[in-house]
């Protein structure tokens, strides 16, 4: 019989039945510790969005997923007072190269903005993406920024996918997570462009 695995994070045996992956921190990492350092890097996502938007000068606050009336709110809410600019945002760490966010989600951070915030403030729907391609690399950020308006038919919202290779809607916050790399690939093809 082969010996049992223990997990590297919590110690304990991993059941034969269950998942488990190798970390370079940890060894083997079973499946329960690795949903809790899936969550912690949406967390940690947050976090450092609130943090970025704050320097940017926005009031903005992470919402707990444990707080009440979660379902209506978005992830993130953030107003510039000087700007009078509104968002309401989703955010989600993946481990894919594309993302795709479902139309109820956009659908929910909109009204969200239409209940708080009226028509003279310019409201503005953010989906958030942080793309994870492993501990050695820098992880993008891509950020696409949907207008909200009044006579908006919710209705009519479609699903949106995002991928690494998207243009961000906001080059102030997340261009200093590109790599240098990617950095130049985005500069040179803007430049091409600009020429045609
Ligand atoms: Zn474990």
Same mark, same amino acid.
């Given at each position: 019989?082969? %010996?049992?695995?223990?997990?590297?994070?919590?110690?304990? %045996?991993?059941?034969? =039945?269950? !998942?488990?992956?190798?970390? +370079?921190?940890?060894? &083997?990492?079973?499946? +329960?510790?690795?949903?809790?350092?899936?969550?912690?890097?949406?967390?940690?996502?947050?976090?450092?969005?609130?943090?970025?938007?704050?320097?940017?000068?926005?009031?903005?606050?992470?919402?707990? $997923?444990?707080?009440?009336? +979660?379902?209506?709110?978005?992830?993130?809410?953030?107003? !510039? %007072?000087?700007?009078?600019?509104?968002?309401?945002?989703?955010?989600?760490?993946?481990?894919?190269?594309?993302?795709?966010?479902?139309? =109820?989600?956009?659908?929910?951070?909109?009204?969200?903005?239409?209940? !708080?915030?009226?028509?003279? &403030?310019?409201?503005?729907?953010?989906?958030?993406?942080?793309?994870?391609?492993?501990?050695?690399?820098?992880?993008?950020?891509?950020?696409?920024?949907?207008?909200?308006? =009044?006579?908006?038919?919710?209705?009519?919202?479609?699903?949106?996918?995002? #991928? &690494?290779?998207?243009?961000?809607?906001?080059?102030?916050? $997340?261009? %200093?997570?590109?790599?240098?790399?990617?950095?130049?690939?985005?500069?040179?093809?803007?430049?091409?462009? #600009? !020429?045609?």
């Amino acid at each position: 019989m082969e %010996p049992l695995k223990i997990c590297g994070r919590c110690k304990k %045996p991993i059941p034969w =039945d269950m !998942h488990f992956q190798r970390k +370079r921190r940890y060894g &083997i990492v079973c499946q +329960r510790c690795l949903n809790k350092l899936w969550r912690a890097k949406g967390y940690q996502f947050e976090r450092s969005l609130v943090k970025k938007l704050t320097e940017l000068g926005f009031n903005s606050d992470r919402i707990p $997923t444990s707080a009440s009336g +979660r379902v209506t709110l978005p992830d993130i809410m953030a107003f !510039h %007072p000087q700007k009078r600019l509104a968002l309401g945002l989703e955010c989600k760490a993946v481990n894919d190269k594309t993302w795709t966010v479902y139309r =109820d989600q956009i659908a929910k951070a909109t009204s969200y903005l239409l209940r !708080h915030y009226p028509f003279d &403030i310019e409201r503005k729907v953010g989906i958030c993406v942080k793309f994870l391609l492993g501990e050695r690399c820098k992880s993008p950020i891509v950020i696409k920024l949907l207008n909200v308006s =009044d006579n908006m038919n919710l209705e009519k919202i479609q699903d949106i996918t995002v #991928s &690494i290779e998207s243009e961000s809607d906001m080059p102030e916050l $997340t261009s %200093p997570t590109l790599s240098r790399r990617s950095r130049k690939i985005r500069r040179v093809r803007a430049e091409r462009y #600009s !020429h045609s």
